[in-house]
Each structure stands twice: as C-alpha cells, then as structure tokens.
C-alpha cells in the first residue's frame, strides 16, 4: 500500500487546564510538565502514527484565544475534544461542541484526568455529550499506544 506524503491535521480543542499540552507532550516523547503552563494561543507538533505524518495543533483554551479557534482549525482533518472529565467542564464542552458541529462527523472527545476522584467515566460523558468519547490519563505514557491506534482508526489510516 502506498501511504500518502501529505500531512494530516489533528486539532486538539478544549478549555485551559484540561490536558491537551499534556497529551501532546505524551504522544510526541517529550517530558510531561510537573508544572502547568497555558498555551498562549496555539501550539503545534507533529508525530508519526504508522508511518503517517500528522500535525497536531492545540488550541489555547483560555477564554481569551477562543476566538482565534475558528482561523486555527481551519484544514483539520480530526478534531479531538479534550475534556478534564468534571462535569463541569463537560457542561463547557457542550458548547465546544455546539460551536463546532458542521464538523461533527470528524470530531471525539478524550475524557481526560480518568484517574482523578470524581471523573466521570467515558460512557457516561459520551451519553451527555453524544459524540464517541474515550477515556484517558494523559501523564501515564503507557496510554500512548492505545491513543495512537484510536487516532488512526478514526483518521482511516490503516
């Protein structure tokens, strides 16, 4: 089979806080960050998921770089919702989801922060958001393989 040379895009898309830069750092081998630091605006990376190069892209999630998501996310080929799996912060990527929904077909949400007290489990997130969800714990590295397979079933690359 001959793979395609041209990248593909995944937008990582969430409110500040939730572990995308995290998540980032994990599937391309950099250290995770002890320490939080906000994306200011967008940060960007690229990894290979079988041979395929993929541009990851994340979206600073604070309040004050939400407007520029429409301009960042613009030639995203999948876009992955990234939720800290509160209910709270799924009320939050409700409207995440509401804002993006012409692009729903190319779209899931990564139930972040599994391993925290009162996440709520990905089916139950899936359930109340309504877009296939999977779960997540973004600092374990031994997740990353499971994540890369996810991605490029959903991406059709096999």
């Known amino acids: 089979m001959i793979k395609m040379t041209t990248a593909k895009k995944i937008s990582l898309v969430g409110t500040a806080g939730v572990g995308k830069t995290t998540l ?23 990894i290979d998921i079988n041979g395929y190069n993929i541009s990851m892209w994340e979206l600073g999630g604070q309040q004050q770089f939400q407007f520029m998501w429409d301009d960042f996310i613009k030639g ?13 912060n799924i009320e939050e990527s409700k409207r995440i989801i509401e804002h993006f ?12 922060k599994q391993d925290m ?13 309504g877009i296939e969800t999977f779960g997540m714990v973004a600092i374990d590295k031994t997740k990353k393989q499971m994540l890369l397979k996810i991605l490029e079933e959903k991406m059709n690359l096999l």
């Open 24 to 46: 980032m750092k994990m599937l391309s081998d950099k250290n995770i960050p002890n320490n939080h630091q906000p994306t200011i605006a967008v940060d960007f990376t690229n």
């Open 76 to 88: 995203s080929n999948f876009i992955c919702i990234v939720s800290d799996s509160t209910k709270q």
């Open 101 to 112: 929904k012409h692009l729903k077909k190319n779209m899931m949400i990564i139930a972040n």
């Open 117 to 129: 007290s009162n996440a709520l489990s990905p089916t139950k997130i899936q359930e109340l958001l």
